[in-house]
């Protein structure tokens, strides 16, 4: 399986990090070794000293496809999760600087937090699901995928006129505004509407 990253989905986080506005989505990729599955510890890897969090509605993929129009995207997932984009952003932002590939940021072990999954049936609307993430029970990130630049179903249809999308995939759609850093003993908790998917222990 792989990972499929979308940068830049939110407006009020593309200014806090004072990024341009993309035209198209901003994708990269994450490997398997990258998951850190529900309630396992999240360990700040040596080499970076500002990790951030960036909380993200995540789709699973359920059916193999390629050029999905985004008409026939609904048909290709039944599951909505939600996870972390761990990146180490002082690394991010060097490599962004030389113009190099992000991997070393955003793809390291633990950088993919995956927490429970819903079922999309027992969610009303998917553009309009709230969610949250909590650091030590402080409400610190918000967002509404009806905010999304990019919905869920145009992610699927540009995705897959690069990728082939294969049973299993993920695709984690963007974090919105309230990013920051991770210190050892903060527990992160995400929620969908007021359902706790993750609880994650930093270490
Ligand atoms: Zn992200």
């Known amino acids: 399986m792989k990972i499929i990253c979308i940068g830049r989905n939110y407006t009020e986080h593309i200014k806090e990090l004072e990024n341009e506005k993309p035209t198209d989505p901003v994708i990269f990729l994450k490997p398997d070794t990258a998951i850190l599955i529900n309630k396992q510890p999240f360990f700040i890897p040596d080499f970076s000293n500002d990790v951030h969090y960036e909380v993200e509605i995540l789709v699973k993929i359920n059916k193999v496809g390629k050029h999905i129009d985004k008409k026939f995207a609904h048909k290709y997932y039944n599951e909505i999760g939600l996870g972390i984009d761990f990146t180490a952003r002082d690394l991010q932002n060097k490599l962004k600087e030389k113009g190099l590939p992000w991997e070393k940021a955003k793809a390291f072990d633990g950088a993919a937090v995956i927490g429970n999954w819903m079922p999309v049936s027992e969610i009303k609307e998917v553009n309009n699901i709230n969610f949250s993430l909590h650091k030590n029970d402080e409400l610190v990130q918000t967002g ?60």
């Open 144 to 203: 509404n995928t009806s905010h999304m630049l990019w919905k869920i179903d145009e992610l699927i249809e540009y995705i897959s006129k690069y990728f082939t999308l294969k049973i299993g995939d993920i695709i984690f759609t963007g974090t919105p505004a309230g990013v920051g850093k991770v210190f050892a003993n903060d527990k992160l908790k995400g929620f969908i509407e007021n359902t706790q998917i993750f609880s994650i222990t930093v270490k």
